[in-house]
């Protein structure tokens, strides 16, 4: 899988809007975008994912680049329960075949201010 | 949305016995589960990758016969660490392929080996 490069870490404050960004440079045309994020302690939970157009759900919102060569996670009005490593991750394949377990990198650990 | 059951949430082993965790796909049938292993403050690495009625598929450097991986119906797979030692101390996580392709996560299994 193509790697991807997150900062380590970021702060914003509870109910301001929090963007985050994943570089990923050697995307190739059939990788997905996913992200999920890790609550201390807990699996990982899906957020977000796409392939070449923006996409929103009720969670976030995922902005593509249109090189594909960067994309930001959005999320409109963080809450204290956001507080999260965020990992951006490539997969070759979301539906259909291919069975690759998911490479994860470090993630940004996302801190919120109250 | 698809939920994958994983127990026990916690367990604390004697050094040199054996400890099973099992993972259950709760409203969708998984062919293909996979299971991961967590240090403190490091991201999840792939362990291994468990198929219903094949053998399971190991990571570089992950041992087969000490990680014994049985995925013998399409909503069940186990991981059973044997002969633990305290370097096995870890956060194990499965996750299964859902029906659409996604990757959903069990809420993890806190093992501690003394």
């Known amino acids: 899988d193509a790697k991807t490069t997150q900062p380590n870490s970021m702060e914003s404050n509870e109910e301001e809007p929090v963007h985050l960004p994943c570089n990923h440079s050697?995307?190739?045309?059939?990788?997905?975008i996913h992200w999920y994020r890790q609550l201390p302690s807990q699996g990982p939970e899906y957020v977000i994912h796409?392939?070449?157009s923006n996409v929103n759900n009720r969670m976030a919102s995922l902005a593509i680049a249109e090189d594909r060569k960067s994309s930001t996670l959005i999320l409109h009005r963080a809450t204290l329960r956001d507080a999260a490593v965020y990992y951006c991750?490539?997969?070759?394949?979301?539906?259909?075949?291919?069975?690759?377990?998911?490479?994860f990198g470090k993630g940004t650990h996302l801190i919120i201010q109250p | 949305g698809a939920v994958v059951s994983q127990h026990p949430s916690r367990v604390i082993c004697k050094s040199g016995t054996s400890v099973k965790i099992e993972c259950r796909s709760l409203?969708?049938?998984?062919?293909?589960m996979f299971w991961y292993r967590q240090f403190p403050k490091q991201s999840l690495m792939l362990m291994a990758t468990?198929?219903?009625?094949?053998?399971?598929?190991?990571e570089q450097g992950v041992e087969k016969d000490k990680f014994l991986i049985n995925h013998a119906s399409l909503t069940l797979s186990t991981l059973t660490v044997t002969s633990a030692h305290p370097e096995d101390s870890s956060f194990y996580i499965c996750?299964?392929?859902?029906?659409?392709?996604?990757?959903?996560f069990g809420s993890g299994t806190r093992l501690t080996v003394v």
């Open positions: 996750s299964a392929r859902d029906q659409a392709g996604g990757y959903t």
């Open positions: 050697t995307i190739s045309g059939t990788d997905y």
């Open positions: 796409g392939l070449t």
């Open positions: 991750i490539l997969s070759e394949m979301y539906s259909g075949g291919g069975a690759d377990g998911l490479t």
């Open positions: 409203d969708f049938q998984a062919t293909t």
């Open positions: 468990s198929n219903e009625g094949s053998k399971a598929t190991y």
